[in-house]
């Protein structure tokens, strides 16, 4: 499977913004989506945004719609988390993450099982200091 590799994770304030960035290699098969998930200290992991293989469906979470966009530029194989106005409960470590066969795992307000993803990157840390 392909490999992901994240970056662009900080420090911040309440109330700023980051932009997270995952570089992607070739995947044997097109995933059926990717997005990225993040997992706080003594949490378990969640499905933050995910974006289909049709380019147009997404989801997000509802602790962060509004709030966060994904976008994936496949010229670049560079997919992206746009994050603002974040808050103290966004602090964690943020994966990107691709699914290559139906359902997107990543699309769930349960408990992200992370055998059910077909590849994930080392993760970036997100801080947010109120």
């Known amino acids: 499977q392909g490999q992901l590799t994240e970056s662009g994770g900080g420090s911040v304030q309440a109330g700023g913004s980051l932009r997270l960035s995952c570089k992607f290699s070739?995947?044997?098969?097109?995933?059926?989506?990717m997005g990225w998930f993040r997992q706080a200290p003594g949490k378990d992991p969640e499905g933050v945004a995910a974006?289909?293989?049709?380019?147009?469906?997404?989801y997000y979470a509802d602790s962060v719609t509004g709030r966060f966009t994904v976008s994936r530029d496949d010229a670049k194989m560079a997919m992206y988390l746009e994050m603002s106005s974040l808050k103290s409960e966004d602090t964690g470590m943020y994966y990107c993450?691709?699914?290559?066969?139906?359902?997107?795992?990543?699309?769930?307000?349960?408990?992200?099982?992370?055998?059910?993803?077909?590849?994930w990157g080392q993760g970036t840390l997100v801080t947010v200091s109120s």
């Open positions: 974006l289909y293989r049709s380019g147009t469906r997404t």
């Open positions: 070739v995947f044997q098969y097109s995933p059926y989506c």
């Open positions: 993450a691709a699914v290559v066969a139906p359902p997107c795992v990543l699309a769930t307000s349960n408990t992200l099982k992370r055998n059910a993803l077909d590849a």
